[in-house]
């Protein structure tokens, strides 16, 4: 009870101080429930008919991000790429396309972007950052910015999905209206989770044949599989998100509940490269942006020693939801690509926050 009550207050605290101690607006995200227990097709039908004309022209922009080739040889082919899905995503997807009056092949590469581009960022727009500290108490908190291009059609489509089966949430994500995968998420009690790029060059020709011989999952539906599953906890979902083979390469960062359960996955498309836990080398914090942690970043494109920085001078003492957000506001760390910011801790499942991120001093 002690746990909950204090969960609450800091809920309160992120909603008061928010918007006000930060070098941007910052807007909480519109939530959303998802019944699983509808049929898959009738689940995002508020979701969709909400934000049809915003999803229709982020389509729009998706298309001018995926390889021109990729959108050829799949009509060319003509490959039904909802039916490459696995259960339930392309039927979520169908009916997520009808609500929406779209056309469903773009809504699925649409969904796929990640995998098909590496997140495929452009100059001048900088990628996510992902914080997972513990504090004396044990207490694991777990912060992301996701930045990307198309930023301001994303910031206009940034939900919080709480996902409910028989009535109970079961887990909690972030995300963009019209995609149904996730990037940052939460088993309350359990774990939660982020996903950062590792731009491991252009394959993507062979991240199409992947999909179409199913040998590689996608790693944002991989994230929901690993939330939703009842018996998933942080050693399993780490373990899970370990070895699975995904479609892109990327960064999964995990925090659970319990001192030391933090853990950064460096991940190639078969398994992970490399695994590093929260408490090595007496580390009481992990900050992974989009490079090897055991490598220095660009100098064109350091976030991570700014908030190594930030982290340090606000000290393990004193770590709190709110010192870990201004991390994240804290330029670079926040830039004009920065979509939003997201605040959990499933220890505190209440905590779970995002922000809309509209930078007015960058």
Not at 130 to 152: E, P
Not at 171 to 181: L, N, P, Q, V
């Amino acid at each position: 009870i002690a746990m909950r009550v204090s969960g609450l207050l800091l809920c309160l605290q992120l909603w008061l101080w928010a918007p006000r101690d930060t070098a941007s607006t910052a807007t909480v995200a519109k939530r959303y429930s998802i019944n699983l227990d509808l049929p898959a097709e009738e689940r995002w039908r508020e979701v969709a008919e909400d934000n049809a004309a915003e999803i229709s022209l982020l389509l729009k922009e998706v298309a001018s991000v995926i390889p021109p080739a990729v959108l050829e040889l799949v009509h060319k082919l003509g490959i039904n790429v909802d039916e490459l899905l696995p259960h339930p995503y392309g039927l979520e997807l169908q009916g997520l396309a009808q609500a929406a009056n779209v056309d469903l092949t773009n809504l699925v590469l649409g969904n796929l972007v990640y995998e098909l581009t590496a997140y495929g960022r452009g100059a001048g727009v900088m990628g996510c950052t992902s914080i997972v500290a513990q504090a004396d108490n044990g207490t694991i908190y777990h912060a992301r910015n996701l930045d990307y291009r198309m930023t301001d059609i994303l910031r206009n489509l940034t939900i919080v999905v709480e996902f409910k089966d028989n009535g109970k949430t079961v887990y909690t994500g972030t995300t963009f209206a019209g995609f149904i995968g996730l990037a940052t998420g939460q088993k309350p009690n359990a774990f939660t989770v982020s996903f950062d790029e590792r731009n491991q060059g252009k394959w993507w020709m062979n991240a199409l044949e992947a999909l179409i011989t199913g040998t590689h999952g996608v790693t944002v539906f991989l994230i929901r599989d690993t939330l939703g599953d009842p018996e998933m906890d942080f050693k399993t979902a780490v373990e899970v998100l370990s070895t699975r083979p995904v479609i892109a390469p990327g960064y999964l960062i995990v925090g659970g509940v319990g001192p030391g359960e933090g853990a950064v996955i460096t991940r190639g498309r078969s398994s992970a490269d490399d695994v590093w836990w929260l408490g090595s080398n007496g580390s009481w914090f992990l900050v992974e942006t989009n490079y090897d942690h055991w490598k220095p970043p660009p100098e064109s494109d350091d976030r991570r020693d700014p908030a190594i920085k930030g982290m340090k001078e606000m000290g393990r003492n004193d770590l709190s939801p709110k010192g870990v957000f201004n991390v994240l506001s804290t330029p670079p760390v926040l830039n004009g690509g920065t979509a939003y910011t997201a605040m959990m801790s499933a220890a505190i499942p209440e905590l779970y926050q995002s922000w809309v991120r509209n930078p007015d001093t960058l």
